[in-house]
């Protein structure tokens, strides 16, 4: 079993940061990739970024230039999402995901609120 935990959500005013941060932990032998998603209310689910076990980071391009993942060198399996310049429309519960072995892990979530 796999568990992803997220922590970092808040309300921010536009065009401010926040910095998210997800823990992989349990039976990780070699991961295909890590992601963060979000869902709006009343939307889908949507890719915001990933990044391959060999480091490769794609983003969504509604977040490129704003958005920064990364992951801890020291700890593979935890990934950060720097997000900076944020937007109203950025509001969203953000979700951590894992991919191994063709199986998706998610983590629960945090919700980001970007609001005046």
């Known amino acids: 079993q796999v568990q992803l935990v997220e922590s970092g959500g808040g309300l921010v005013q536009p065009g401010g940061s926040l910095r998210l941060s997800c823990a992989a932990s349990g039976s990780i032998f070699r991961f295909n990739a890590m992601g963060w998603y979000r869902q709006a209310p009343g939307k889908e689910r949507d890719l915001v970024a990933t990044?391959?076990?060999?480091?490769?980071?794609?983003y969504a391009d509604s977040v490129k230039g704003r958005f920064t993942m990364s992951r801890d060198n020291a700890a593979k399996n935890t990934i950060y999402l720097q997000m900076d310049s944020l937007k109203p429309e950025d509001t969203a519960v953000y979700y951590c995901?894992?991919?191994?072995?063709?199986?998706?892990?998610w983590g629960k979530g945090t919700l980001v609120t970007v609001s005046s």
């Open positions: 990044i391959t076990s060999g480091g490769i980071i794609n």
């Open positions: 995901q894992l991919q191994q072995w063709g199986v998706n892990y």
